[in-house]
Nanobody, 118 residues
Framework: QVQLVESGGGLVQPAGSLRLSCTAFGTIFSDYAMGWYRQAPGKQRELVAS???????NYADSVKGRFSISRDNAKNTVYLQMDSLKPEDTAVYYC????????????WGQGTQVTVSS
């Protein structure tokens, strides 16, 4: 059993920055990818960024050039550095861990609120 604990959300002004963290607690038996999703009111949950066990990254077009995902494998932690924030970035951000090799599993964090407003 793995639990994901997120932190770093909050209220920030447009053009400001935030750094989200997500740490996986528990035993993980295989290589895994880590990612960040977000869900705004009335919207579907969408992928923001992901990173593989060998640090290959993928970003949504809407955040490319502004957000940066990274991971510390020794700490089982993934980070999302968010710069040049816009009001449309306002959402609940969820961390996800998913296996890359068997056995198959997916875990989700509890979500952290990010609000970009003047």
């Amino acid at each position: 059993q793995v639990q994901l604990v997120e932190s770093g959300g909050g209220l920030v002004q447009p053009a400001g920055s935030l750094r989200l963290s997500c740490t996986a607690f528990g035993t993980i038996f295989s290589d895994y990818a880590m990612g960040w999703y977000r869900q705004a009111p009335g919207k579907q949950r969408e992928l923001v960024a992901s990173i593989t066990s060998v640090r290959t990254t993928n970003y949504a077009d809407s955040v490319k050039g502004r957000f940066s995902i990274s991971r510390d494998n020794a700490k089982n932690t993934v980070y999302l550095q968010m710069d040049s924030l816009k009001p449309e970035d306002t959402a609940v951000y969820y961390c996800r861990v998913t296996s890359l090799t068997p056995p198959q599993y997916t875990y989700w964090g509890q979500g952290t609120q990010v609000t970009v407003s003047s």
